[in-house]
């Protein structure tokens, strides 16, 4: 996969986990969901600013690649959801 279209791919991949991570819907990916640059890697950390409304996150999202996928995941232990459960919003 080129360059390009892998970076296309991850922040792709990034916007999805982050909208499966808040667990709610009417999140636009320009609006709510700031990814810092990053350098592309077969793995490696992509930082994220989320935003809605009054409540924000900052995210560390991990991912790997290979020539046929890429993976991203949260590795935030916790989601928006048991947060407010736990009062730490």
Known sequence: MPDDLLTHALCWSAKEAVYKWYGEKGIEFKKHIHLIPFRLADEGVINCRFQNGHYR?????????????????????LNKINEKKEGNS
Do not use: C, E, M, P
């Open 57 to 77: 996150k900052q995210l560390q999202l991990k991912y790997l690649k290979n020539k046929k996928f890429v993976l991203v995941w949260i590795a935030d232990g």
